[in-house]
């Protein structure tokens, strides 16, 4: 449900921030350490948002929500845009409606015939489930009322277990617009991660209609690998790429250990052999070392941030934060930035929003857009003072 926007400004002491430094932008620009804050607008309410972005080239806003919705906001007129043909979830758990994506081929169409991708949780035969991915074409007969037609299931995660947590089902195309990466998560079930016979607990390289890419690093090996991009990985909640054109993913780790990395074809991240953290039984995981033939990850927090997407951001509203990644923070309450420098990381500031962060994403002016978690999970604007 879409609320009544009001303006909140958010001073400058609001903004916890770890430790301050420049990004390394031009001396007549704003540096990081004389940043002051956002003013903040909210401009919506959800029921347990779990995605938002920009349709390419519109000032539209889509939203998925856990419980099987999936709805729009106009960001032009303040209206909302409600979605119908949405598949069916298994909503519960972690488990629900997951990620959207749209073609940036497409963005000089209207929204009606664009084509949308939706990863969510799926029922399986018996007490399973699992991750699946699906798109459809919208036809939108009005201002706000579009229909999902010629719906298309493309990719499973194999096997359906069960469970109700870790499906991690984050989409991001490939900078040319040629292929799908899907985030797959370990569905909690750990040893699965190191097995290539499945897709569990790894990133998977899709052609645009869910077949393995070509040139995908094991397709030529004994196994049913042939979709498998990276693997060793937990619960992977954001990917995006940086200036360089290089994909990073932000993930779960268990008591302790999130990890942001560098994602680097054919790697194998560890999990759940290593971790820099332990089990949530106290049973530890021993840490990466540096001949373990593990990928390691730039950075890892302990106490946990316990991420729930990520964006590197790229607009001129806020020049001296480009290129530095913006992670959704759940248990932190906050948005956490980090400095990229090479193939390595370091957490710049943490801005304390006071409520869950479940999404990050940027506008086409260059404003930061993040979604709260949980019942009546708040759409907010956050722009320059």
């Not at 040139?215 to 498998?228: K, L, Q, S, V, Y």
């Amino acid at each position: 449900m879409i609320a009544k926007p009001s303006a909140l400004l958010f001073p400058a002491a609001l903004l916890a921030t770890s430790c301050t430094a420049s990004a390394g932008v031009d001396s007549d620009t704003a540096s990081a350490s004389d940043f002051a804050g956002f003013a903040i607008e909210e401009v919506g309410s959800y029921d347990r948002p779990w995605a938002g972005t920009f349709v390419p080239g519109l000032d539209v806003i889509v939203i998925t929500e856990k419980s099987g919705k999936v709805v729009g906001h106009d960001v032009a007129n303040g209206k909302a845009i409600f979605f119908t043909g949405v598949p069916e979830v298994d909503y519960g758990g972690q488990g629900g409606m997951g990620d959207v994506a749209f073609l940036a081929s497409e963005a000089s169409q209207p929204l009606s015939g664009r084509t949308i991708y939706l990863s969510y949780a799926e029922a399986g035969e018996g007490d399973t489930r699992g991750a699946a991915v699906g798109r459809g074409k919208l036809l939108c007969e009005d201002h706000q009322t579009c229909e999902i037609r010629d719906w298309q299931v493309i990719w499973r995660q194999a096997p359906k277990t069960t469970g109700r947590g870790h499906y991690s089902h984050r989409l991001l195309f490939s900078e040319d617009g040629k292929y799908l990466f899907v985030a797959s998560g370990d569905r909690q079930k750990l040893t699965p991660a190191q097995d290539m016979s499945n897709t569990l607990g790894s990133i998977v390289r899709l052609n645009l209609d869910g077949t393995a890419a070509e040139g995908n690093p094991f397709a030529t090996r004994d196994c049913t690998c042939e979709e498998i991009w990276t693997y060793g990985h937990r619960n992977i909640l954001g990917m995006d790429w940086d200036a360089q054109g290089r994909l990073w993913d932000v993930e779960h780790g268990p008591a302790g250990g999130d990890e942001l990395n560098l994602v680097k074809v054919g790697t194998n991240y560890g999990w759940p052999t290593r971790s820099y953290g332990e089990h949530y039984n106290g049973d530890p995981i021993e840490d990466h070392s540096a001949d373990d033939g593990f990928g390691k990850p730039a950075i890892w927090w302990t106490p946990v941030i316990a991420p729930g997407d990520m964006h590197f951001y790229r607009g001129d509203m806020f020049p001296m934060f480009k290129g530095d990644a913006f992670i959704a923070g759940l248990s932190s309450n906050a948005l956490v930035r980090v400095e990229i420098d090479g193939e390595s990381a370091k957490e710049a500031a943490r801005y304390d929003l006071d409520k869950r962060i479940r999404s990050v994403f940027e506008g086409p002016d260059g404003a930061l857009w993040v979604l709260e978690d949980g019942e009546g999970g708040r759409l907010l604007r956050l722009t320059a003072k």
